[in-house]
């Protein structure tokens, strides 16, 4: 079986809690319908590390000029204050429609989805944000009849979500990989939004069943 890469976006001021649970359970084959079919890769701005906003330095793998849709089964860009703040972070939304234009997803969270909604790529698809006024802040922003007070939106290959929901988020980005059969999914999902126990034996059943 051959491996996929999923391609995280990083740099300075990038949220880190966002996408955890998305990348960790990525690169955590225990429950997956295929273990090892897919890997987390950083791609930057350029190989210079990132620091996060809890501190922690990544180095970049690749560059965004080096990546390319087909060598990839997602691009995922977190949220951070870069997005609102400067125009830095514009070739990661040039990415993000190369990707959509050749057919590979693409899912934002937060601060992302800001400059999803500044590139136009998310006029005419279903999607949500923090709210709805922080994207009609954003230049080029056509979009608003689409927004959604959904915690989490997948329309045409574009996932969105909100700060608050890294967990619907990841959900979502599961769900798009296919990486986990419907009962293990529901189960995981249960858990980590609920934190009942309940869940948990569910979800030890779901994959004793698989």
């Keep these: 079986m051959q491996t996929s890469d999923v391609h995280v976006y990083v740099f300075d001021t990038m949220a880190d809690w966002e996408v955890g649970h998305a990348i960790g359970f990525i690169n955590t084959p225990d429950y997956q319908k295929q273990p090892g079919r897919y890997r987390i890769r950083s791609v ?11 501190g922690l330095r990544i180095t970049p793998e690749l560059t965004i000029a080096d990546l390319k849709p087909p060598d990839s089964a997602m691009l995922i860009l977190p949220g951070g204050t870069s997005w ?15 990707f959509l234009n050749a057919g590979v997803p693409v ?13 136009g790529l998310l006029d005419d698809r279903a999607h949500t944000s923090n709210a709805k006024e922080y994207l009609e802040h954003q230049q080029g922003y ?5 927004y959604r007070e959904e915690r989490a939106v997948t329309d045409r290959g574009v996932i969105t979500a ?11 980005v599961f769900a ?21 126990a309940n869940y948990f034996q569910q979800l030890m059943q779901a994959l004793k069943a698989k």
Aim: hydrophobic share 40%.
């Design 176 to 196: 798009a990989l296919d990486m986990y059969e419907k009962s293990v999914l529901d189960a995981w999902y249960g858990l980590f939004s609920t934190g009942d």
């Design 84 to 98: 609102d703040r400067t125009h830095e972070d514009d070739p990661a939304i040039e990415a993000a429609r190369a």
């Design 107 to 119: 899912a934002a969270i937060c601060g992302a989805t800001s400059g999803l909604a500044r590139g």
């Design 142 to 146: 056509r979009g608003a009849a689409s």
């Design 44 to 54: 930057g701005r350029t190989h210079d590390p990132a620091v996060t906003m809890g």
């Design 162 to 172: 909100g700060s608050t929901a890294p967990v619907d988020f990841a959900r979502a």
